[in-house]
T-cell receptor
Framework: DTAVSQTPKYLVTQMGNDKSIKCEQN?????MYWYKQDSKKFLKIMFS???????INETVPNRFSPKSPDKAHLNLHINSLELGDSAVYFC?????????????FGQGTRLTVV | AQSVTQLGSHVSVSEGALVLLRCNYS??????LFWYVQYPNQGLQLLLK??????LVKGINGFEAEFKKSETSFHLTKPSAHMSDAAEYFC????????????FGTGTRLKVLA
């Protein structure tokens, strides 16, 4: 049973479209993250939610809107997609208040904007 | 604010040779440090972590890392490289409790030569 699952795994879309990526974790964690990994493999934190509340928003264009319907889900909606949005997006989760505990990652969603 | 720096974006070693991947951290509080491995087209897998206590940490697949406060380092080593170790390696630092930050270094691509 997958701990952190993302859907879809691959997403190819045209510029200007709107798309969503879904993430679910069954670990009972309170904190969830979205990371963007670009072509150079840099992993950049985008957002963090704790118990459905936005905690971290790292200078991400407002075309990106995370939504957390409950603490087990953190979805990422992207409006007006641009070529530069092409990347691999990773979802992760951690227990709240446990800085010594590692984050658990999904398998990633490879977004290609054409 | 916490940060990590990985020296060397690409490292090549011969099969059977020592693997040394460098990570230096910056933190105003005692850091929690992690090493992850990413195989092609996959998510991130935890290799090992340092929280408190023993400064030499052993992980999976024969890897280990030593926390050196005086050098602000947490370098990853493996005595003998295998072809299967070829992957991207990331060092990460966790913020203190309540900050939720989980920041990655820029990654090191390990190539193992036959």
């Amino acid at each position: 049973d997958t701990a952190v699952s993302q859907t879809p795994k691959y997403l190819v879309t045209q510029m200007g479209n709107d798309k969503s990526i879904k993430c679910e974790q069954n670990l009972g964690h309170d904190t969830m993250y979205w990371y963007k990994q670009d072509s150079k493999k840099f992993l950049k934190i985008m957002f963090s939610y704790n118990n459905k509340e936005l905690i971290i928003n790292e200078t991400v264009p407002n075309r990106f809107s995370p939504k957390s319907p409950d603490k087990a889900h953190l979805n990422l909606h992207i409006n007006s997609l641009e070529l530069g949005d092409s990347a691999v997006y990773f979802c992760a989760s951690r227990p709240q208040g446990s800085p010594g505990t590692e984050a658990f990652f999904g398998q990633g969603t490879r977004l290609t904007v054409v | 604010a916490q940060s990590v720096t990985q020296l060397g974006s690409h490292v090549s070693v011969s099969e059977g040779a020592l693997v040394l991947l460098r990570c230096n951290y910056s933190s105003s509080v005692p850091p929690y440090l992690f090493w992850y491995v990413q195989y092609p087209n996959q998510g991130l897998q935890l290799l090992l972590k340092y929280t408190t206590g023993a400064t030499l940490v052993k992980g999976i697949n024969g890897f280990e890392a030593e926390f050196k406060k005086s050098e602000t380092s947490f370098h990853l080593t493996k005595p003998s490289a295998h072809m299967s170790d070829a992957a991207e390696y990331f060092c990460a630092v966790s913020g203190a409790s309540g900050t939720y930050k989980y920041i990655f270094g820029t990654g090191t691509r390990l190539k193992v030569l036959a």
